[in-house]
């Protein structure tokens, strides 16, 4: 017979309530490096589970182990979805609506970005021989030349935009006053203005190097493989997995359909309506991209009178924010009206805008679809689970970092989880 702490271990197994709704989302090990899954119960607003990676095969080994879920609430991560597509095929996908609204305020961050990129920057911007060279190598096994614009011109903005601060964060520097009154004048975090402060020029940002979870860490591998006729996105999974990809097969079909529309030649494409200088107004108005973003998206009622005069500017002198703002607040209004049917009209005036950004964004939410559409009709969110990681992390940091998996696991799940029956 069973001891005292068995019968307790058995009375907690038998009360674990089943899972129905499950919210899946990574949290760093090491931030950039290394992450690891959580799995929270939303209807019981419990953690039920801590996984030690994060990957397309792990979600789907655990959701294989509980076939009783019936739906999986995530972000927009591809890992996740593949990985519940995997394992539990019965149960319905939902799209953080938070994580949705996020994805468009970037996506307008950059089209704005590549409209003030277009009139702010003092000079043309010569583009640096080695993205000449990785330029010429897209296009000749893929990559829509449209893309690379897009991508190059909001770089461009965003470093037209930090010049600008820069140079406005030296100009107070020089009258003599402290750091705390320099970010207080010039907006910056004051953490910037001290790393500034000790710079002459403003140097170009490193990029990151691709990671094992990105295709294009093997891109030399799959166009030799392309070039030979290989071009199953399964078939070449396989393959690179051997290679060391953790990446989800979504992300790959993602690079190869860009191949297959360059070699299929450049569609016909709506004339951008922000080719008119729009970036000329958004200077003027001195207006970065990224707090302009922030008004495109923000309904008139919850706005200040001095940033709806702001809007009103923005409105009536850059053609790009008039038509962005009206797409952002229908979007927002359909994630609240819980009305999936007039999802597919916004995504069609989306693409007719012009505006290559949008037309990106309304891809995206093409071939995620269903969870978007659940997104929309379903009731539940993320929210529970971001609560929880932010739980995780301070205990994590209270063991300096030294806690493993396991103990995580024991400090954050309740009793009738953590507890298994004795044999």
């Known amino acids: 017979m069973p001891g005292y702490f068995g019968r307790k271990r058995e009375a907690a197994a038998r009360r674990k309530p089943a899972l129905r709704v499950a919210g899946i989302d990574d949290w760093s090990w090491q931030q950039g490096r290394s992450y690891g899954t959580i799995v929270v119960d939303l209807e019981r607003r419990e953690v039920v589970d801590v996984l030690?990676?994060?990957s397309a095969e792990a979600t789907a080994q655990w959701l294989q182990q509980h076939p009783e879920v019936e739906i999986v609430s995530r972000d927009r991560c591809g890992l996740y979805a593949q990985g519940a597509r995997r394992g539990a095929p019965q149960a319905r996908q939902v799209a953080d609506r938070f994580h949705l609204l996020q994805n468009l305020r970037e996506t307008i961050e950059r089209q704005l970005s590549r409209s003030y990129s277009q009139i702010?920057?003092?000079?043309?911007?010569?583009?640096?021989?080695t993205e000449i060279e990785a330029t010429s190598d897209m296009n000749s096994h893929g990559r829509q030349p449209e893309l690379l614009k897009h991508g190059r011109l909001a770089r461009q903005g965003k470093r037209a935009v930090r010049l600008r601060q820069?140079?406005?964060?030296?100009t107070v520097q020089g009258k003599?006053?402290?750091l705390g009154v320099i970010a207080k004048e010039t907006g910056l975090n004051w953490r910037t203005v001290a790393k500034w402060a000790?710079?002459?020029?403003?140097p170009e940002r490193r990029s990151m190097g691709p990671k094992s979870t990105t295709p294009r860490k093997y891109e030399s591998y799959l166009a030799q493989r392309w070039a030979e006729g290989f071009r199953t996105a399964r078939h070449l999974l396989a393959e690179i997995q051997k290679l060391g990809y953790t990446g989800s097969l979504t992300h790959l079909e993602r690079l190869l359909s860009e191949w297959r529309r360059a070699r299929r030649g450049p569609s016909l494409q709506a004339r951008s309506v922000d080719e008119g200088?729009?970036?000329?107004?958004?200077?003027?108005?001195?207006?970065?991209p990224i707090p302009a973003s922030y008004l495109c998206m923000k309904p008139r009622g919850m706005m200040t009178e001095e940033q709806i005069k702001k809007v009103a500017q923005l409105k009536q002198k850059v053609p790009v924010f008039a038509a962005m703002r009206q797409l952002a607040l229908r979007f927002r209004g359909i994630l609240q009206g819980r009305d999936p049917a007039k999802l597919d009209s916004w995504l069609d005036d989306a693409h007719r805008s012009g505006l290559y950004g949008l037309r990106r964004f309304a891809y995206t939410i093409r071939h995620d679809l269903a969870a978007v559409r659940n997104a929309i009709s379903e009731r539940w969110s993320n929210g529970q689970t971001e609560g929880h990681?932010?739980?995780?992390?301070?205990?994590?940091r209270q063991m300096y970092g030294r806690a493993g998996t396991e103990l995580l696991r024991a400090r954050l799940l309740p009793l009738f989880y953590n507890e298994q029956p004795t044999k």
């Open 52 to 54: 030690g990676e994060r």
């Open 120 to 129: 702010s920057a003092p000079a043309p911007t010569e583009i640096p021989s």
């Open 166 to 170: 820069f140079a406005q964060m030296k």
């Open 176 to 178: 003599g006053k402290s």
């Open 198 to 202: 000790m710079l002459d020029e403003l």
């Open 277 to 288: 200088g729009g970036g000329a107004s958004l200077a003027s108005l001195k207006v970065p």
């Open 389 to 396: 990681i932010n739980r995780l992390k301070t205990l994590k």
